[in-house]
Nanobody
Framework: QVQLVESGGGLVQAGGSLRLSCAASGRTLTGWIMGWFRRAPGKEREFAAAFTWGGGSTYAESVKGRFTISRDYAKNTVYLQMNSLKPEDTAVYYC???????????WGQGTQVTVSS
């Protein structure tokens, strides 16, 4: 089982940027699908961004064009660059991993992102 630890959350004004990090330990990320999810106050957890098996990336419509997922294999770390943040982006952000043909199986503890208007 892989351990995922998120960091980089915080308080930012609308229009600002944050970069979240997800450091993995216990297993290499090579061959695994990595993604980011978020849970806003009073709402269900929702998908934000993920890599695809073909090496590309996919995004929720609400973050497309503003968020970018990336990874550093040498550091076994995945990132989520978030630009042009909006108050509605306020949520706890979770890093997740899954095998290519499986559902999301490994989750981090989450990092809080708060965007003030």
């Amino acid at each position: 089982q892989v351990q995922l630890v998120e960091s980089g959350g915080g308080l930012v004004q609308a229009g600002g940027s944050l970069r979240l990090s997800c450091a993995a330990s216990g297993r290499t990320l090579t061959g695994w699908i990595m993604g980011w999810f978020r849970r806003a106050p009073g709402k269900e957890r929702e998908f934000a961004a993920a890599f695809t098996w073909g090496g590309g990336s996919t995004y929720a419509e609400s973050v497309k064009g503003r968020f970018t997922i990336s990874r550093d294999y040498a550091k076994n770390t995945v990132y989520l660059q978030m630009n042009s943040l909006k108050p509605e982006d306020t949520a706890v952000y979770y890093c997740a991993a899954r095998a290519p043909t499986s559902s999301w199986s490994d989750w981090g503890q989450g990092t809080q992102v708060t965007v003030s208007s």
